[in-house]
């Protein structure tokens, strides 16, 4: 069975998922292969998945038609279980011992390419945030995340989800729920469902100054979200900015549209 084997690699690897890593591992081959069928047609297409664990995601990508896999593993257990892996894919998946916080992506391989999921939890926002800094660099983003993380990346205005990585996501890419991933699918269970999210970057994307204005924006406005944006942003210009932006002062931060956050970003 599938499942056995990948079991088998855990077990041989002494791979148990560790919590301080944000690990939960998919085991279950038919949804793997649901998750990659997810990104869409593949070929001739350079992947990027990180954190892959004992390779669940990393098999179903590889049996589609990916020109190549690079694989970012952090965990030293899960990097030999990869080596493996690649060891009988010669020329088709790479492994990268590092940690993905700290390496440009876009740099391991040629476009077409992009990037297909499983995130540790405890740093798929960071992640996230990073990649979206570099969207051009990328033809598409499928991502797994906390179903809370996933409904506030896809959140429209005016709703408790919607924030700041909702904004920043949005500018920068059209963003849909996928897929929910219930708690069972994993070892060892998450408490919480997961849901798999695709990004399709824009064809046109914001300059690094002005990303970093609407990071300084964003973090401003939703910081104090029960405040007025005449009070949250003071600090930025506040009432001066929002009447030169054509926004009513007295407005929340949550009400704002994308649209209306890049009139405001673009005047900082």
Not at 119 to 131: A, D, F, I, Q
Not at 213 to 218: A, F, Q
Request: hydrophobic residues 45%; proline residues 7%.
């Amino acid at each position: 069975m599938a499942d056995e084997t990948l079991r088998d690699v855990i077990a041989r690897h002494g791979l148990q998922a560790r919590k301080s890593l944000g690990q939960h591992f998919l085991l279950d081959l038919n949804l793997t292969a649901r998750i990659a069928a997810l990104a869409g047609d593949l070929s001739g297409r350079h992947v990027v998945e990180v954190g892959p664990g004992p390779g669940g995601l990393t098999r179903a990508l590889l049996r589609g038609p990916a020109t190549g896999v690079t694989a970012v593993e952090v965990d030293p257990r899960a990097i030999a279980a990869i080596e493996e892996l690649a060891a009988s894919h010669p020329g088709r998946l790479a492994v990268i011992a590092a940690d993905a916080l700290a390496l440009d992506l876009a740099t391991l391989c040629p476009a077409p390419r992009q990037i297909v999921a499983n995130l540790p939890y405890n740093v798929g926002t960071p992640l996230l945030v990073g990649w979206l800094r570099q969207a051009a660099q990328w033809e598409r983003l499928t991502l797994m995340f906390q179903l809370e993380v996933a409904e506030r990346i896809c959140a429209a205005p005016d709703t408790g989800a919607y924030g700041r990585l909702s904004v920043l996501a949005q500018w920068c890419c059209s963003a849909d729920v996928l897929m929910h991933v219930p708690p069972g699918a994993f070892t060892p269970p998450p408490q919480v469902t997961s849901a798999v999210i695709g990004l399709v970057p824009h064809a046109v994307q914001p300059e690094p100054g002005l990303f970093a204005s609407m990071e300084r924006l964003t973090a401003a406005a939703f910081g104090q979200r029960r405040k007025m944006l005449r009070g949250s942003l003071r600090g930025l210009g506040g009432e001066a900015l929002l009447v030169r932006a054509g926004i009513e002062p007295s407005r929340r931060a949550e009400t704002l549209s994308v649209a209306e956050f890049d009139r405001l970003a673009r005047l900082l």
